[in-house]
């Protein structure tokens, strides 16, 4: 990239940056030898020339598109098999992903979600069967869980699994419009397989919720089999490409092996064995969940990369009357906007990292039959993946504002990445069904701290703040974490306190949740909030690099402490002893901070190091030809290839004629 000719206004800002931008993009990376081979691996993901498209998506019909995805998702697949087998590296399909597709890929459930929970859910025997032909995509799944009539509240799901024990078999059925399965991706018209969840029926008794692995379509002509009903949904928001679908079956038979028994099983005879802990079945979910904070690092670097390249090469406008315009990024609003984008990437980065060890030690326990750390990782991961999902499409959101007009161009790619950024508010757990399940454990862990029990160490705190709950305030990073411990532990507690008073009017305990469930769910907010500045700070404080990025990196992450402290003031002056003057300090931090790192913001997003391939945007390449790039990307549309387009003929000719009569 180094060779590319740029804008005066992008050299100029490179050379001003106080640290080395190879070294953090080494530290994102995990070391210079890993930097190596992603670029190296994006390198040959890019060059290939049927990977690159002609003609914009966003010309192309819905079925087009959903064709060419499919072209480009099987030549990526056979690019990156020859890939692996001659590099053994495991490449970071995600970030590829965004460059192939612009969207996202049609096999993104079978590789999220399919593969996994075939590894998550299946016995060893059931395993060896299909995840070798999964891995090697002789057969290509999804995961199909949500109805039209219920996403969020798996228990009511309807999709009946019948046992048959004559015949060894399970019966699908759909008995129910509300039944129908809706929206997992690549049901529409790619899959062939699907992970089915279904109620599980035996002798006319339920057994609640299970996953069966089930052939939807012929391998050969890819025609549905016969019992089974499949399309797709039609256009949304964003994931065009995706190919979202519905199903439902009508006495659909399966073998009996087909239910994936790692966890719970059903004996020929149709005896039912309890697994360890029926939650397990909702395995997959946390995986990706997990799966999604990373996710929102990464989103959140697309725009900031987009929106900060951009503000610096834009000019609009005068700071002083007698001076030229300036780059929009010199003003504060504008970095007020933006900083906070850069440093929230870093902080998902981190607590990610953090959230997947603890996903692989509990995994660990699991395998030796230990679950004490279970309720706590799933508390843990409910609320970060809200928290993050809402916090990277609100960032998002502003980064594509920040960019004024020309943010609102589909070729900005900004909207493309709101699209896929807001959609991970809602899938894998809509956000406040998933903070209301972080809330439950608040409540149960507020009343351990209560009873003197000793706590899990993600709520430790709740008991810190009963024994002493007025710590004076100190305007150190050390002090607001431990404000942001102090305002959770005060919304948990008030939330308590409220069900508590319900219940002494007379209500039982589900309406007094429900009553006070806009408080249990900023109690969970807040301590979601907690986790991130405690986890981010601490990862900062602990990183080894030169001191002038250490340095750096403590400007962005004490940027975002004391950003989430202002924006919040109002929680902290309730449940702390943070005073107006302390308020005033950290506003004059707050502006500090944005002038400290003015001078690096665009090294700091050239060190997340993606590529223009992967931005896919005018307004956000490495070079900067912003405008050239706005109007080279115009003249593709279908209706610059003519200079006369048909319907003047057809209606305006006639129309002005008409008006002259
Ligand atoms: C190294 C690690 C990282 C690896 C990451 C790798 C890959 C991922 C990478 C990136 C991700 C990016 C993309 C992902 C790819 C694909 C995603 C694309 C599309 C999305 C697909 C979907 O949306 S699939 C459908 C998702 N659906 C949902 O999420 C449904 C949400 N609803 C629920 O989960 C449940 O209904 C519920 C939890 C809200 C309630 O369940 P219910 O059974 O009713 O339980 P309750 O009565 O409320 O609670 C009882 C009890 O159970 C505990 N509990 C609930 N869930 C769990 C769990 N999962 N684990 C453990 N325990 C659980 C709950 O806390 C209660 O406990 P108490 O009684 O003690 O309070
Ligand atoms: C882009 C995209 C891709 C998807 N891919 C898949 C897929 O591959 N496979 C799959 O199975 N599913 C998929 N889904 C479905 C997704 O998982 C669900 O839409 C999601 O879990 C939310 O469920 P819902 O649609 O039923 O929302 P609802 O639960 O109907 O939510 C509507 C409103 O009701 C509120 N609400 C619901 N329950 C409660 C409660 N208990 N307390 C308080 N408020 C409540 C919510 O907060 C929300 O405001 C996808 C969805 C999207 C948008």
Redesign the pocket.
């Known amino acids: 990239m180094a060779n590319v000719k740029c804008n005066p206004d992008l050299v100029r800002e490179r050379a001003k940056c106080s640290f080395d931008v190879n070294e953090l993009i080494h530290l994102i990376d995990g070391g210079e030898n890993a930097t190596k081979e992603k670029r190296h691996f994006e390198e040959t993901i890019f060059s290939v020339k049927e990977l690159q498209d002609a003609v914009p998506e966003e010309y192309l019909s819905h079925k087009d598109r959903y064709e060419n995805a499919v072209r480009k998702a099987t030549i990526l697949r056979d690019v990156c098999r020859e890939y692996m087998k001659k590099y053994n590296y495991k490449p970071n399909r995600?970030r590829v992903g965004h460059g192939v597709f612009k969207d996202?890929s049609p096999f993104?459930?079978h590789?999220?979600?399919f593969v996994?929970t075939i590894i998550g859910q299946g016995t060893p025997e059931q395993q060896a069967e299909w995840l070798p032909k999964a891995e090697n995509m002789q057969i290509i799944g999804t995961?199909a869980?949500?109805e039209l009539g219920h996403?969020?509240?798996?228990?009511?799901l309807e999709t009946r699994a019948t046992y048959d024990p004559k015949t060894e078999e399970f019966i699908l059925n759909n008995a129910t419009l509300s039944s129908f399965k809706w929206?997992?991706?690549g049901l529409g018209s790619t899959v062939n397989h699907c992970i089915v969840?279904a109620q599980l029926f035996i002798n006319g008794k339920s057994y609640?919720?299970q996953p069966f692995i089930v052939q939807i379509r012929d391998l050969n002509t890819h025609k549905p089999l016969p019992g089974v009903k499949v399309g797709e949904i039609g256009p949304k928001m964003g994931?065009q490409t995706?190919n979202n679908g519905f199903l439902g079956f009508e006495n659909f038979r399966i073998p009996r092996m087909n239910m994936l028994m790692k966890n719970a099983q059903v004996l020929k005879d149709g005896t039912f064995v309890k697994g360890m802990?029926?939650?397990?079945?909702?395995?997959?979910?946390?995986?990706?969940?997990?799966?999604?904070v990373?996710?929102c690092s990464l989103n959140t670097s697309l725009a900031a990369t987009i929106a900060v390249r951009y503000s610096a090469v834009r000019h609009q406008s005068k700071i002083k009357a007698k001076e030229p315009e300036v780059q929009i990024l010199d003003y504060v609003t504008q970095q007020h906007k933006l900083f906070i984008a850069i440093a929230s990437s870093h902080v998902f980065r981190n607590v990610?990292s953090w959230?997947?060890?603890s996903?692989?030690n509990v995994m660990k326990d699991l395998a030796q039959g230990k679950q004490d750390h279970?309720?706590e990782?799933?508390?843990t991961?409910?609320c970060l993946k809200a928290v993050c999902s809402r916090d990277a499409g609100s960032v998002v959101e502003e980064c594509r504002l920040a960019c004024g007009g020309h943010g609102y161009m589909t070729s900005s790619n900004l909207p493309l990445v709101y699209g896929f950024t807001i959609?991970?508010v809602?899938?894998?757990?809509?956000q406040t069904?998933?903070l209301?399940?972080t809330a439950?454990?608040l409540v149960?862990a507020w009343l351990a701290a209560l009873q003197g029990k000793v706590l899990a160490p993600s709520v430790s705190y709740l008991s810190d703040w009963l024994k002493n709950d007025n710590v004076r305030w100190q305007n150190t990073p050390e002090g607001i974490v431990k404000g942001f411990q102090h305002v959770a532990a005060g919304k948990v507690k008030a939330a308590y306190d409220t069900i508590q008073k319900y219940i002494k009017l007379g209500k039982d305990y589900e309406d007094a949740w429900n009553l006070a469930s806009v408080q249990l769910m900023k109690a969970s907010e807040a301590h979601s909030r907690s986790i991130l500045c405690e986890v981010s700070w601490g990862e900062v404080i602990r990183t080894s690099a030169s001191p002038n990025l250490l340095q750096v990196l403590k400007q962005l992450a004490q940027l975002y402490l004391v950003y989430w402290t202002l924006e919040t003031s109002g929680d902290f002056l309730v449940y702390s002893n943070i005073s107006k003057d302390d308020i005033a300090i950290l506003r004059e931090k707050y502006e500090e901070l944005l002038a400290a790192i003015r001078p690096n913001a665009v090294g700091l997003v050239d060190a997340f190091d993606l590529r223009d391939e992967i931005l896919h945007s005018t307004l956000g390449s490495y070079d900067g030809r912003v405008y050239e790039r706005l109007m080279e990307e115009a003249l593709k549309s279908p209706l610059n290839q003519e200079s006369v387009n048909a319907s003047f003929h057809k209606y305006l000719k006639p129309l002005m004629e008409k008006a002259k009569l």
């Not at 996403?151 to 009511?156: D, E, M, Y």
């Not at 802990?277 to 946390?286: F, P």
Request: hydrophobic fraction near 45%.
């Open positions: 995600f996202v993104l459930l590789d999220g979600m996994a995961y869980q949500t996403g969020s509240f798996i228990r009511g929206w997992p991706g969840v609640g919720i994931f995706a802990n029926e939650k397990l079945t909702y395995g997959t979910m946390v995986m990706v969940r997990v799966g999604i990373g996710d990610y959230l997947s060890k996903y692989l279970l309720p990782l799933h508390a991961a409910c959609a991970t809602t899938y894998e757990g809509e069904v998933l209301l399940q439950r454990y149960k």
